[in-house]
């Protein structure tokens, strides 16, 4: 099975906002509201940011936020910080029999 | 203290056998779908495999399909992974994650990994 396509860097200034695309198909982003985005520091585990589209889990900050339109789901990081520097996966349900399909990952950093 | 310990990585030859496993605290395990997550170095997630609170549903990246097999054991607060015919590219740091209530496809807790090296 393919990946989603994200891009592979993005950059923005402390305060700014930038957001990470996450394009899949109908088979996938399209067709379900079970996108997932992760923050992955260097040598860390994932940590689980935004889940069924635009749901936040407890103790996530709400300058993150996520929507989707057709096949592209969309991760938005408002008033930028440092500490938001990390690489951001998206993840998507996948009707094919692998059922759990991944980005390729988008690097942030933040000038 | 919510927790996932993975075990049993290791270096190995091509074409041999890996048994992972995931020892879970800190929540009621058979409350949850778990799964395994692998990164290789310097490369981005991919979704191994996954099953349910029951064991009742599991799924398989194609990647791995026919070579590994997912198990659990709810009474040992444990999950499995058997890993055979092992090649170079699934050389890799393997995660063990819990689905996030009742989410097949979000994980909110995961483990520090354990690195399985495929070479001769």
Known sequence: QSALTQPASVS??????ITISCTGTSSDVGGYNYVSWYQQHPGKAPKLMIYEVSNRPSGVP????GSKSGNTASLTIS???AEDEADYYCSSYTSSSTSVVFGGGTKLTVL | EVQ????GGGLVQPGRS???????SGFTFDDYAMHWVRQAPGKGLEWVSGISWNSGSIGYADSVKGRFTI???????SLYLQ?????AEDTALYYCAK???SSWTAFDIWGQGTMVTVSS
Do not use: I, T
């Open chain 1, 12 to 17: 923005g200034s402390p305060g700014q906002s």
């Open chain 1, 62 to 65: 709400d300058r993150f936020s």
């Open chain 1, 79 to 81: 008033g930028l910080q």
């Open chain 2, 4 to 7: 996932l310990v993975e075990s």
């Open chain 2, 18 to 24: 890996l048994r992972l496993s995931c020892a879970a």
């Open chain 2, 71 to 77: 198990s659990r054991d709810n009474a040992k607060n």
């Open chain 2, 83 to 87: 890993m055979n015919s092992l090649r």
């Open chain 2, 99 to 101: 689905e996030y209530s």
